[in-house]
C-alpha cells in the first residue's frame, strides 16, 4: 500500500513564501519519479517540477528561478520550497510517484491547498 501524504499549504500574501511536503510511506520512493503538480479551478493539472531518483530535476517555466523540488531518500520525504510567490500560483498542490518496472504505477497524494493573496 503506498500513501502520498502532503503538508504546508496555507494563505499567504504575494512575495512570499511556503514550503511543501510530502511524506511517502511503502517501498516506492527510492525508485520512484516523484513530483509536483497543481490544479486551479477550471483548469487541467499541471506539473510543477519533478525529481528523478539520482537528483536530476526539472521545472515548469512559470516556476523556474522561484520554486526548487528536493528529496530525501532516508526519510522517504519530497519537499517543495516555493518562493516569490504570485496570485497566479494560487491552486491545489499535489504530490505525485511514478514507479516504472515492468509496468508504469502512479500515485497521487490528497492534495493541499495553496492560496497566494494579492
Known amino acids: 500500500q503506498v500513501q502520498l501524504v502532503e503538508s504546508g499549504g496555507g494563505l499567504v500574501q504575494a512575495g512570499g513564501s511556503l514550503r511543501l511536503s510530502c511524506a511517502a510511506s511503502?517501498?516506492?520512493?527510492?525508485?520512484?519519479?516523484m513530483g509536483w503538480y497543481r490544479q486551479a479551478p477550471g483548469k487541467q493539472r499541471e506539473l510543477v517540477a519533478d525529481?528523478?531518483?539520482?537528483?536530476?530535476?526539472n521545472y515548469a517555466n512559470a516556476v523556474k528561478g522561484r520554486f526548487t523540488i528536493s528529496r530525501d531518500n532516508a526519510k522517504n520525504t519530497l519537499i517543495l520550497q516555493m518562493n516569490s510567490l504570485k496570485p497566479e500560483d494560487t491552486a491545489v498542490y499535489y504530490c505525485?510517484?511514478?514507479?516504472?518496472?515492468?509496468?508504469?504505477?502512479?500515485?497521487w497524494g490528497q492534495g493541499t491547498q495553496v492560496t497566494v493573496s494579492s
Open positions: 505525485n510517484a511514478k514507479v516504472d518496472a515492468n509496468t508504469l504505477s502512479i500515485y
Open positions: 511503502g517501498s516506492i520512493f527510492r525508485n520512484a519519479l
Open positions: 525529481i528523478t531518483n539520482g537528483g536530476g530535476t
